[in-house]
């Protein structure tokens, strides 16, 4: 076998050679060089290491900057190695050499952050009880790749840091620094091509994270913080996200640092902040004004319109605004009008009007209307069909008999025009 495959590869390197150039990339033998590649590649694609591993050494030694190949495939193949070994002492030696391996692709083909951070998993997965240097190596990766971080690089990170602060080598205030900072850099990436991937971290950082911060906690790390640096932005951003994350709205210094940064940095994140934290002490007004402060700041439609249904929400249940609501509602179906969601607050809200919907019908007409909003909603947009199947018989339940119908000398099918405050055109239906 390894003769016929010498023979194959005579005749590529040839070939190779002819292209071949003396100096850094193939070293000061190029056609050993090249042969030994041949050889390898062959070798570990029938995955025959004890017959790869030779020729592979011998690239790595002597033309280690010749391709990639060797440092990818060679890393695989004692990754394997590492996988298989019995012995203890052995595996540990595979687990040296891989470290070397990918610190020498570093030095010949770059990617430090990227390849730092395949370190650090390598080590969390064959060393784990090297916690400190899986740390400092994930660490010095995110730091290196920022938004770049891949998301298992950033999930590991912050669970290593978990199980440091369990062996008392960190406080839990370096926990939730670290918390924070993969927060951000998780966040920055949903919106991505691989976002499934970073919602799995997302999820899995919140898991670990859970009882790691009550809002005690927070309130008793930041408060020291913000007293110390009352003017910081990123020291107030930090404590918005951590606090709103946490559900902490009613800390003090969650309003105090949520009003210090809107005023310096005015965003619409921070105006839902600051809505979503009077609308839990129920100061309504000013809630309703930062909403649409926010609605103002916001560029992203999508982001706007929920903002929109939640300005709509929040009129309908507590101020019992009818019409207001509706208007934010309408506004959210003018600039995503694909979307389900409005008719489905429309139909919600005129629901909740029936009360004050004085008619011959004592009310029942508000419950023809959401229905036939509810009805709009699944048409526009199947993912409400549900929802909106669910709210229509509830509705109809509340329709009046036909023989109340028929005593005020109307008929089921006729068009109606409801006489209160939804002044809209629909049709009589019965029980």
């Known amino acids: 076998m390894k003769k016929f495959l010498l023979i194959a590869i005579a005749s590529l390197i040839v070939t190779s ?60 193949m004692f990754e394997k190695k590492i996988v298989d070994e019995k012995n203890p002492e052995a595996k540990s030696k595979y687990v040296d050499t891989l470290m070397i391996i990918l610190d020498q692709r570093i030095k010949y083909f770059g990617e430090e952050g990227f390849v730092t951070g395949r370190k650090g998993l390598a080590l969390y997965d064959y060393s784990p009880e090297k916690k400190a240097e899986i740390n400092t190596l994930l660490k010095k990766s995110v730091e290196l790749e920022g938004t770049k971080s891949g998301p298992i690089v950033l999930y590991k990170y912050f669970q290593v840091n978990t199980e440091l602060y369990v062996e008392k080598k960190i406080t839990k205030e370096d926990v939730i620094d670290v918390y924070d900072q993969v927060s951000e850099l998780i966040e920055a990436n949903m919106t991505g091509p691989d976002s499934a991937n970073y919602d799995k971290s997302r999820m899995n950082v919140e898991t670990f994270f859970g009882p790691f911060a009550s809002c005690e906690d927070l309130v008793g790390i930041y408060t020291p913080r913000l007293k110390a640096t009352p003017d910081d932005p990123a ?186 405050w939804i002044g809209e055109t629909t049709t009589i239906r019965a029980k």
């Open 235 to 420: 020291l107030l951003r930090k404590i918005v996200n951590l606090f709103g994350k946490k559900g902490c709205n009613e800390a003090p210094i969650y309003m105090e640092a949520a009003e210090k940064l809107h005023k310096t940095e005015p965003s619409a994140k921070s105006a839902v902040s600051l809505a979503r934290m009077y609308n839990a002490k129920g100061q309504t007004a000013k809630a309703t004004t930062y909403l649409n402060e926010a609605v103002e700041l916001e560029s992203d439609i999508d982001k706007k319109a929920n903002l929109l249904i939640e300005l709509s929400d929040l009129y309908m249940r507590n101020l019992k605004n009818y019409s207001q609501a509706r208007t934010y509602a309408q506004r959210a179906a003018s600039i995503k009008p694909n979307w389900g969601r409005p008719w489905i607050m429309i139909g919600d809200i005129y629901f909740s009007s029936s009360a004050s919907c004085e008619d011959e019908f004592n009310g029942a007409s508000a419950f023809w209307a959401a229905s036939d909003k509810y009805s709009k909603a699944k048409s526009i947009d199947g993912s409400f069909a549900e929802e909106a199947n669910r709210k229509i018989a509830a509705s109809s339940k509340y329709y009046p008999k036909q023989e109340d119908i028929f005593f005020l000398g109307m008929k089921v099918g006729d068009s109606y025009t409801i006489k209160c």
């Open 17 to 76: 050679h002819a292209n071949a150039q003396s100096g850094p990339k193939y070293g000061t033998d190029s056609i050993t060089c090249i042969t030994n590649i041949s050889l390898f590649n062959e070798y570990f694609k029938q995955e025959n290491y004890a017959d790869a591993i030779e020729p592979w050494r011998w690239v790595f030694n002597n033309c280690p900057a010749s391709t990639k190949r060797t440092y990818l495939n060679g890393a695989a």
